[in-house]
């Protein structure tokens, strides 16, 4: 049971820092004035933000966010 445990908190870790990076890499959301004026939805891309580095940032972030919550769990429970 402790060698689970010990394996379990290797994979927290590393969760835990890639969710830090992939949090860091991130744009901010704030468009500023110009933003809010020309309307960022209507751009090639805001309309293609699924298929971005962006987009692929934000996917990565949503299912390290729940790995990183699932792994507490387990943690608390061991």
């Not at 908190?9 to 890499?25: E, F, K, Q, S």
């Not at 293609?48 to 919550?69: P, Q, V």
Request: glycine residues 10%; positive net charge.
């Amino acid at each position: 049971m402790e060698v689970v445990k010990i394996i379990v908190t290797v994979v927290y870790v590393i969760v835990c820092v890639a969710l830090a990076a992939i949090v860091l890499m991130q744009e901010g959301k704030s468009a500023g004035l110009t933003g809010s004026i020309s309307g960022v939805a209507d751009t090639y891309w805001g309309k293609n933000k699924g298929r971005s580095m962006e987009g692929a940032l934000e996917k990565s972030t949503k299912f390290l966010a729940a790995g990183f919550i699932l792994l507490s769990i387990v943690l608390n429970i061991l």
